[in-house]
């Protein structure tokens, strides 16, 4: 406590990582026994169970997709056929404990009487619904309070097979006292009271050899889900029988090919040894020819090859070609100076009778050059 106020201290409790909930895993031995139960550590809090639950999942999602196919279908056989004991197991706990054998004396009617009661109850509207849970005990509570001013009943059971219709027939029956006239379109029941009618007390109108409500839903979802699975096993089989046999006839095929590999290896060598000279041959033929093309050629080109051809050639490879446009030029040994800039300005300064005139660097550079091509032909 400060000054009379008392601090808490607040503990923050963060899920572990992934690979801390795969070590609490991890099977602990008890007195060094191999085969000793496996001792997982309790996981706290509510993050941690769903964190492992989803590594979980995500193992078996990777470890299947790991598997070939007939291991595939051999992991939902064996799932199946799991689930199928379970579910046994399951409808034997939630059958009621008493056992559900009743006294049952049906009365014997004539042909006149089962007759009128018939058309009496197909023309009558009361009615009673079997649903998914099937026979419970409001079933036959309700039966009986219709027969406390009706002597006909209508049992409309639309959610189960014709084979179970009447067996559902036969056990109401025998809860009810009352006598099955008929099964008029496949789903309705059409039963009689019975000549010497009393109402029975309430324990047995809602007999208890019968379920509850909730535990016929629940006995309802254990037979729909027994039925998918009786449903899917012989299909699983069939599957699975089909791929070993496509299996068998793959290997047949392949040891039957390899016999024939085996048993023709010398022919198919010797054939091919043969084709393989026969390319031989024509690859030195085609070689020898081509070699004689090419000598004839050689030799043609070396007639018709001339010594001017090819002195005029390295002439005109040496000769530079700004020379043919000098050559125009008259030559003048007699009296022409060496400078042919002087030449030029003297030559011009006679002609116009005035003062020589000027040349720029553009002008020099071009007088320059003339001049010396000038003098390498005097030289020559």
């Keep these: 406590p400060v000054h009379g106020i008392k601090l808490w201290t607040a503990w923050i409790h963060s899920t572990p990582p992934l690979g801390s909930v795969n070590q609490s895993e991890t099977a602990v031995p008890v007195d060094g026994a191999s085969n000793a139960n496996v001792k997982r550590k309790k996981l706290k809090g509510k993050r941690a169970v769903v964190r492992w639950l989803k590594y979980f999942r995500w193992k078996k999602k990777k470890d299947y997709e790991r598997m070939t196919s007939e291991e595939k279908i051999l992991y939902k056989l064996t799932k199946a056929r799991r689930k199928e004991e379970r579910l046994i197991t399951a409808l034997k706990k939630i059958e009621p404990s008493e056992s559900s054998e009743a006294t049952h004396d049906p009365e014997i009617l004539t042909p006149e009487e089962h007759f009128f009661f018939l058309k009496m109850g197909i023309k009558c509207k009361n009615y009673v619904p079997v649903g998914r849970r099937g026979i419970y005990q409001g079933v036959i509570l309700n039966m009986h309070l219709h027969w406390k001013k009706h002597q006909t009943l209508q049992v409309i059971v639309k959610t189960f097979p014709p084979d179970e219709v009447k067996e559902i027939a036969t056990e109401l029956a025998r809860l009810s006292g009352g006598i099955v006239l008929d099964i008029h379109q496949g789903n309705t029941i059409i039963m009689y009271r019975g000549k010497n009618y009393v109402q029975p007390p309430t324990e047995i109108m809602s007999p208890r050899v019968t379920l509850p409500r909730k535990k016929a839903l629940d006995k309802s979802k254990y037979k729909d889900a027994l039925r998918g699975v009786r449903r899917q096993i012989p299909r699983l089989e069939q599957e699975l029988d089909l791929l070993r046999v496509q299996e068998a006839d793959e290997a047949r095929i392949a040891d039957t090919e390899n016999e024939s590999l085996s048993s023709g290896p010398l022919e198919g060598s010797s054939k091919l040894k043969q084709l393989l000279d026969d390319a031989k041959e024509t690859y030195n033929d085609d070689s020898d020819t081509d070699d004689e093309m090419i000598s004839d050629s050689e030799d043609l080109s070396d007639i018709f090859e001339t010594d001017s051809g090819t002195e005029m050639d ?67």
């Design 314 to 380: 390295e002439e005109k490879d040496e000769r530079p070609l700004y020379l043919d446009q000098f050559e125009k030029f008259p030559v003048q040994d007699d009296g022409e100076p060496e400078d042919f800039e002087e030449y030029l300005k003297k030559a011009s300064g006679d002609s116009k009778g005035g003062d020589s005139p000027t040349f720029d660097e553009v002008d020099r550079m071009f007088i320059r050059a003339a001049s010396l091509l000038r003098k390498n032909r005097r030289h020559n």
